[in-house]
């Protein structure tokens, strides 16, 4: 069976990835390929577990050790349902991979961009996607739709304005960097035209996608 497609979501908190994901998801669905739909950190058991104690907001965590946690329940991801689906043939939709760790480890707590992406080709085993889907919000814009969520903040959610401009800056260069995975979407817009921006976006990915109605 050929090899499968891997589409990734990335933006800030706010920004509507699940809600995209979700919709990609039921439109995909209507090919002839399987689609599965992943988020991050989690999939699967370790790194679910993994993904209760980085967003704990009662834990202190210094920014190397989130980093790590976040490749480690990478790495798990990787090997035991990304891989394996991807060599089915299936398209898989993922919510956040290695962007979200550069822009948030690498650039939001100033570890460093480039120490961040060389920990993260370990963890991967140098796993790319086929596209990159970033929905672009602004920082405030991102704040405000977090404001009206019932749940309280997460332990990242809870930090200031600088760490949020500062991933917000590191996703536009990487877009900028690597246009040809990368492509901005308006996150700003109504979800409708948002998913219709996305469909577009996957254009070339032979996933015979249509425009939603």
């Given at each position: ?58 834990l202190h965590m210094h920014p190397r050790t989130e980093a790590l946690l976040y490749a480690a ?141």
């Open positions: 069976m050929s090899a499968g497609t891997l589409i990734t979501i990335e933006g800030l908190d706010g920004a509507g990835k699940s809600t995209l994901a979700a919709s990609l998801q039921r439109e995909l669905a209507a090919g002839t390929r399987p689609v599965e739909l992943l988020r991050e950190p989690g999939g699967v058991d370790v790194s679910e577990r993994i993904r209760s104690l980085v967003k704990d907001p009662s329940a990478r790495a798990q991801l990787v090997e035991q349902r990304l891989r394996p689906l991807l060599d089915a043939g299936t398209v898989v939709l993922l919510d956040r991979f290695v962007d979200s760790s550069l822009a948030y480890q690498g650039a939001g707590r100033a570890l460093g961009v480039q120490q961040v992406r060389e920990l993260n080709l370990f963890a991967t085993g140098g796993l790319t996607p086929d596209r990159t889907l970033l929905l672009r919000l602004s920082p405030a814009h991102s704040r405000s739709r977090r404001g009206g969520r019932q749940q309280g903040p997460d332990r990242l959610e809870r930090e200031g304005e600088d760490f949020f401009d500062a991933i917000a800056h590191a996703y536009q260069q990487i877009a900028e960097d690597e246009p040809a995975r990368v492509r901005i979407i308006d996150a700003s817009q109504s979800p409708p035209q948002v998913l219709a921006a996305a469909l577009a976006a996957l254009d070339g990915l032979g996933l015979g996608t249509r425009q939603p109605h």
